[in-house]
């Protein structure tokens, strides 16, 4: 009895099959690289022959059942669904399969994100687990060749790279407000501290050239820059500041901003307005929300007591 699992190995083209038996993924890639002729130095990769899918872990392997076939790739090989035809243009099948091959070793020289492509595919929904680089280099990948790689009209490899791009951004936009985020507790929770531990006279001589002032200086310079280069380059930025930055952006003017921001005066002025504008339109709402919950406390008050004197004098005028 032989400890291993039977398999059957190919090569890309499909015109070379074996049968083996391996007890590990190890074992099947030496075996294999030997049936199939293969340079025992040769980096190959193992996938499945009927779908690609590409084998890596010794668990998997071994949960596949007997007799599954696999295709070892090597150098720039990638897999090619089979086409299969009539007998008498078979030959055609596999001539068509190598010259796919050679265009397909040629552009991934090039083009990182064939690969890519070949996996979106097979399986639309395998974006999914794809990482921001590999969405990254299907974003900046030809939109002509993409789409030709997809089988899509240009159209649609348009609007596909659109929303990967989005997806990105948005990615990008929730990690730098995790960032800020995390900057402004740490700024909060230096300004709650203890204000008699910053008043005692003892401590004054030190304090003016105490290491924590100083950085508690930088970060609070260094919050305002964080805050206005994420913004830089944003469409309405102002827009995007919470009104606590706002008020920030708006107490430091015009040299703080163009010192951060490296722009010109007429362009900075610009959106230092844009920001005392907006913080003065939220000001306004919050003073009108403000006024109509006092208002609705007051005539709620008032009801209360017309209610409360209504009710004091039904008595009286029933006993009349």
């Known amino acids: 009895m032989t400890d291993g699992k039977a398999c059957k190995v190919c090569n890309f083209t499909r015109q070379t099959s074996y049968g083996v038996v391996a007890p ?13 002729g293969f340079s025992p130095s040769d980096t190959v990769m193992v996938v499945l022959e009927n779908d690609g899918t590409i084998v890596e872990d010794q668990t998997y392997f071994l949960c596949l059942p007997p007799n599954t076939k696999f295709m070892l790739l090597h150098n720039k090989e990638t897999w090619a669904p089979s086409r299969r035809m009539d007998g008498g243009t078979a030959w055609m099948a596999r001539d068509s399969v190598i010259m796919d091959a050679d265009t397909v070793d040629a552009s991934s020289t090039a083009a990182p994100w064939w690969n890519l492509a ?3 595919k097979q399986d639309l929904t ?19 060749e993409l789409a ?9 490899a348009e609007e596909l ?26 700024a909060v929770e ?20 105490d290491l924590p002032d100083g950085m508690e200086m930088d970060s609070a310079s260094g919050f305002m820059s964080r805050t206005l280069m994420v ?16 008020q920030m952006v708006v107490t430091k003017g015009l040299e703080a901003m163009q010192q951060v921001m490296g722009w010109d005066t007429a362009r900075t002025s610009a959106l230092l307005q844009a920001c005392e504008a907006e913080l003065s339109t939220r000001l306004q709402q919050i003073q009108a929300m403000q006024s109509i919950s006092s208002s609705q406390l007051d005539g709620s008050k008032e009801s209360n007591a017309t209610s409360t004197q209504e009710a004091a004098e039904t008595p009286t005028q029933g006993s009349s």
């Not at 230096?190 to 050239?209: A, F, H, M």
């Open 24 to 36: 590990s993924l190890d074992e099947l890639k030496r075996k294999g690289c030997e049936f199939l």
């Open 118 to 120: 070949l996996q979106l």
């Open 126 to 144: 395998s974006i999914i687990l794809m990482s921001e680089a590999d969405l990254q280099c299907l974003v900046d990948a030809p939109c002509a």
């Open 148 to 156: 030709s790689a997809l089988g899509f009209q240009e159209t649609k």
């Open 161 to 186: 790279q659109q929303t990967l791009q989005r997806v990105l951004d948005r990615k990008e936009e929730e990690r730098q407000s995790k960032e800020l985020l995390q900057l402004y507790l740490k």
């Open 190 to 209: 230096k300004e709650d501290k203890p204000q008699e531990e910053q008043s005692q006279p003892s401590q004054q001589g030190v304090r003016d050239v």
């Open 231 to 246: 913004l830089k380059g944003k469409t309405n930025p102002e827009t995007r500041l919470s009104t606590e930055d706002l």
